[in-house]
Protein backbone atom coordinates (compact mmCIF):
# COMPACT_ATOMS: atom_id res chain seq x y z
CA UNK A 1 0.00 0.00 0.00
CA UNK A 2 2.75 2.43 1.00
CA UNK A 3 4.60 1.78 -2.64
CA UNK A 4 1.11 2.60 -4.41
CA UNK A 5 0.61 5.60 -2.37
CA UNK A 6 4.12 6.90 -3.22
CA UNK A 7 3.90 6.34 -6.98
CA UNK A 8 0.67 7.97 -7.30
CA UNK A 9 2.11 11.12 -5.85
CA UNK A 10 5.57 10.33 -7.67
CA UNK A 11 5.17 13.60 -9.97
CA UNK A 12 6.49 17.11 -9.70
CA UNK A 13 10.14 18.03 -8.49
CA UNK A 14 11.77 15.36 -6.44
CA UNK A 15 12.13 17.67 -3.19
CA UNK A 16 8.47 18.56 -3.38
CA UNK A 17 7.70 15.12 -3.76
CA UNK A 18 9.95 14.02 -0.63
CA UNK A 19 8.30 17.01 1.56
CA UNK A 20 5.04 16.11 0.94
CA UNK A 21 5.13 12.29 1.28
CA UNK A 22 6.86 12.84 4.42
CA UNK A 23 3.81 14.76 5.72
CA UNK A 24 1.32 12.49 4.35
CA UNK A 25 3.37 8.88 5.66
CA UNK A 26 3.53 11.00 9.42
CA UNK A 27 -0.68 11.30 9.43
CA UNK A 28 -0.38 7.45 8.37
CA UNK A 29 1.58 6.56 11.06
CA UNK A 30 3.43 3.43 11.51
CA UNK A 31 1.29 0.70 8.84
CA UNK A 32 -0.10 2.57 5.99
CA UNK A 33 -2.15 -0.47 5.17
CA UNK A 34 -3.50 -0.29 9.15
CA UNK A 35 -4.51 3.49 8.40
CA UNK A 36 -5.94 2.52 5.09
CA UNK A 37 -8.01 -0.14 6.68
CA UNK A 38 -9.25 1.63 9.84
CA UNK A 39 -7.75 5.04 10.07
CA UNK A 40 -9.46 7.85 10.59
CA UNK A 41 -9.51 9.57 6.84
CA UNK A 42 -10.27 13.03 8.18
CA UNK A 43 -6.53 13.37 9.62
CA UNK A 44 -5.95 13.72 5.05
CA UNK A 45 -8.42 16.30 5.05
CA UNK A 46 -6.28 19.39 5.12
CA UNK A 47 -3.52 18.11 2.69
CA UNK A 48 -2.77 19.44 -0.61
CA UNK A 49 -0.38 18.47 -3.21
CA UNK A 50 -0.36 20.36 -6.50
CA UNK A 51 -3.86 20.03 -7.79
CA UNK A 52 -5.00 17.82 -5.65
CA UNK A 53 -6.69 19.22 -2.09
CA UNK A 54 -8.03 16.98 0.77
CA UNK A 55 -11.38 15.85 -0.12
CA UNK A 56 -9.76 14.08 -3.29
CA UNK A 57 -6.90 12.47 -1.31
CA UNK A 58 -9.60 11.48 1.13
CA UNK A 59 -11.77 10.24 -1.55
CA UNK A 60 -8.64 8.48 -3.11
CA UNK A 61 -8.14 6.81 0.27
CA UNK A 62 -11.93 5.79 0.55
CA UNK A 63 -11.54 3.54 -2.62
CA UNK A 64 -7.88 2.30 -1.18
CA UNK A 65 -10.03 1.40 1.94
CA UNK A 66 -12.54 -0.41 -0.28
CA UNK A 67 -9.49 -2.39 -1.97
CA UNK A 68 -8.79 -3.48 1.43
CA UNK A 69 -12.11 -4.94 2.09
CA UNK A 70 -12.34 -6.87 -0.54
CA UNK A 71 -8.89 -8.57 -1.98
CA UNK A 72 -6.40 -7.86 1.03
CA UNK A 73 -4.33 -4.91 -1.35
CA UNK A 74 -3.61 -3.66 -4.75
CA UNK A 75 -1.38 -6.36 -5.38
CA UNK A 76 -3.89 -9.56 -5.13
CA UNK A 77 -6.56 -7.05 -6.96
CA UNK A 78 -4.45 -6.14 -9.87
CA UNK A 79 -3.81 -9.94 -9.72
CA UNK A 80 -7.37 -10.85 -10.10
CA UNK A 81 -7.87 -8.91 -13.37
CA UNK A 82 -4.06 -9.46 -14.89
CA UNK A 83 -4.56 -11.55 -17.80
CA UNK A 84 -1.12 -10.71 -19.57
CA UNK A 85 -1.82 -6.59 -20.01
CA UNK A 86 -1.17 -4.76 -16.99
CA UNK A 87 -3.20 -1.66 -18.11
CA UNK A 88 -6.11 -3.33 -18.74
CA UNK A 89 -5.82 -4.80 -15.43
CA UNK A 90 -5.70 -1.50 -14.03
CA UNK A 91 -8.07 -0.35 -16.23
CA UNK A 92 -11.23 -3.28 -15.31
CA UNK A 93 -10.06 -2.32 -12.12
CA UNK A 94 -11.60 0.81 -12.26
CA UNK A 95 -14.27 0.03 -14.02
CA UNK A 96 -15.73 -2.18 -10.72
CA UNK A 97 -14.31 0.22 -7.93
CA UNK A 98 -15.27 3.46 -9.18
CA UNK A 99 -18.92 4.73 -10.48
CA UNK A 100 -18.38 8.29 -11.99
CA UNK A 101 -16.62 8.33 -14.92
CA UNK A 102 -14.47 11.52 -13.78
CA UNK A 103 -14.08 10.48 -10.41
CA UNK A 104 -9.95 9.97 -9.51
CA UNK A 105 -8.86 9.71 -12.83
CA UNK A 106 -5.47 11.01 -11.58
CA UNK A 107 -5.46 7.86 -9.82
CA UNK A 108 -7.19 5.61 -11.76
CA UNK A 109 -7.06 6.27 -15.07
CA UNK A 110 -9.92 5.28 -18.00
CA UNK A 111 -8.54 3.72 -21.26
CA UNK A 112 -6.20 6.29 -23.07
CA UNK A 113 -3.81 4.46 -25.60
CA UNK A 114 -1.58 7.60 -25.71
CA UNK A 115 -1.07 7.78 -21.86
CA UNK A 116 2.77 6.70 -20.80
CA UNK A 117 1.11 5.11 -17.81
CA UNK A 118 4.48 6.50 -15.67
CA UNK A 119 3.33 6.24 -12.45
CA UNK A 120 1.33 3.06 -12.63
CA UNK A 121 4.70 1.94 -14.88
CA UNK A 122 6.39 3.21 -11.90
CA UNK A 123 4.23 0.89 -9.07
CA UNK A 124 4.75 -1.95 -10.79
CA UNK A 125 8.83 -1.75 -11.25
CA UNK A 126 8.98 -2.11 -7.56
CA UNK A 127 6.66 -4.60 -6.77
CA UNK A 128 7.23 -6.35 -9.29
CA UNK A 129 11.89 -6.28 -9.63
CA UNK A 130 13.48 -7.67 -6.95
CA UNK A 131 17.11 -6.03 -5.81
CA UNK A 132 18.37 -3.47 -3.64
CA UNK A 133 16.00 -0.73 -4.51
CA UNK A 134 12.80 -2.55 -6.16
CA UNK A 135 10.91 -5.20 -3.65
CA UNK A 136 9.57 -7.72 -5.55
CA UNK A 137 6.43 -8.27 -3.84
CA UNK A 138 4.30 -9.72 -6.73
CA UNK A 139 4.60 -12.72 -8.59
CA UNK A 140 2.45 -13.26 -11.28
CA UNK A 141 4.10 -10.69 -13.47
CA UNK A 142 7.81 -11.40 -14.71
CA UNK A 143 10.14 -8.49 -14.87
CA UNK A 144 10.19 -9.11 -18.51
CA UNK A 145 6.91 -7.63 -19.10
CA UNK A 146 7.48 -4.37 -17.35
CA UNK A 147 7.50 -1.17 -19.49
CA UNK A 148 9.18 1.53 -18.52
CA UNK A 149 7.78 4.50 -16.39
CA UNK A 150 8.40 7.33 -18.91
CA UNK A 151 9.14 10.61 -17.28
CA UNK A 152 10.96 13.33 -19.16
CA UNK A 153 14.25 12.33 -17.84
CA UNK A 154 13.74 9.07 -19.71
CA UNK A 155 11.89 10.24 -22.09
CA UNK A 156 15.12 12.93 -23.22
CA UNK A 157 17.40 10.37 -23.11
CA UNK A 158 15.54 8.04 -25.43
CA UNK A 159 15.80 10.91 -28.01
CA UNK A 160 19.58 11.08 -27.00
CA UNK A 161 20.35 7.81 -27.93
CA UNK A 162 18.24 7.55 -30.80
CA UNK A 163 15.97 4.86 -29.00
CA UNK A 164 12.80 6.97 -29.86
CA UNK A 165 11.89 9.37 -32.35
CA UNK A 166 8.59 10.09 -31.18
CA UNK A 167 7.85 13.64 -30.16
CA UNK A 168 5.66 12.88 -27.02
CA UNK A 169 5.75 11.20 -24.07
CA UNK A 170 3.01 8.37 -25.03
CA UNK A 171 2.44 4.57 -24.68
CA UNK A 172 4.48 3.79 -27.96
CA UNK A 173 7.01 5.97 -26.79
CA UNK A 174 7.51 3.83 -23.69
CA UNK A 175 6.94 0.32 -25.09
CA UNK A 176 9.48 1.90 -28.23
CA UNK A 177 12.31 2.55 -25.18
CA UNK A 178 11.40 -0.61 -23.61
CA UNK A 179 12.32 -2.98 -27.00
CA UNK A 180 15.35 -0.67 -27.49
CA UNK A 181 16.45 -1.41 -23.66
CA UNK A 182 15.54 -4.74 -23.81
CA UNK A 183 18.17 -5.06 -26.41
CA UNK A 184 20.85 -4.88 -23.70
CA UNK A 185 18.66 -7.41 -20.50
CA UNK A 186 15.87 -9.00 -22.68
CA UNK A 187 14.51 -10.93 -19.00
CA UNK A 188 15.06 -7.57 -16.83
CA UNK A 189 15.16 -4.37 -19.21
CA UNK A 190 14.19 -2.51 -16.07
CA UNK A 191 16.79 -3.12 -13.84
CA UNK A 192 18.40 0.29 -15.85
CA UNK A 193 15.29 2.46 -14.97
CA UNK A 194 17.03 3.83 -11.76
CA UNK A 195 20.35 4.61 -13.36
CA UNK A 196 18.82 6.01 -16.09
CA UNK A 197 16.62 8.36 -14.61
CA UNK A 198 18.44 9.55 -11.32
CA UNK A 199 22.26 9.51 -12.33
CA UNK A 200 21.70 10.12 -16.48
CA UNK A 201 18.90 12.09 -16.74
CA UNK A 202 18.66 14.14 -13.07
CA UNK A 203 21.88 14.10 -11.60
CA UNK A 204 23.89 14.95 -15.38
CA UNK A 205 21.10 17.11 -16.37
CA UNK A 206 20.28 15.25 -19.89
CA UNK A 207 18.72 17.48 -22.19
CA UNK A 208 17.64 15.32 -25.13
CA UNK A 209 20.52 16.26 -28.02
CA UNK A 210 23.77 15.68 -27.76
CA UNK A 211 26.20 18.58 -27.37
CA UNK A 212 30.38 18.99 -26.21
CA UNK A 213 29.29 20.67 -22.76
CA UNK A 214 26.67 17.09 -22.03
CA UNK A 215 29.61 14.73 -23.42
CA UNK A 216 31.53 16.05 -20.55
CA UNK A 217 29.47 14.63 -17.68
CA UNK A 218 27.42 11.99 -18.94
CA UNK A 219 28.23 8.35 -18.22
CA UNK A 220 26.25 7.28 -21.88
CA UNK A 221 27.98 9.94 -24.66
CA UNK A 222 30.12 7.09 -26.21
CA UNK A 223 26.54 4.53 -26.61
Known amino acids: ???YVASQFAYG???QIIRFLGILFDRMGQSPHAF???????RLGDLRYRFHAGPEIMRLFTVLRLIVERWGGIGRMIEHYYEGDFRRAVWTARRELIASPRDLLFFFPKPA????????????RWMVRKDDIDFGLW???RPADLVVPLDANIFKIG?????????TQ??????????????????????????????????SHCTGARSPECAKGCLLHEI
Open 1 to 3: MAG
Open 13 to 15: RVQ
Open 36 to 42: VASGDLA
Open 113 to 124: PASPFKRWSLYA
Open 139 to 141: RFM
Open 159 to 167: RCLGWTDRN
Open 170 to 203: SWKTALRITEEIKKFCPEDPLRYDFFLCHVVGIG
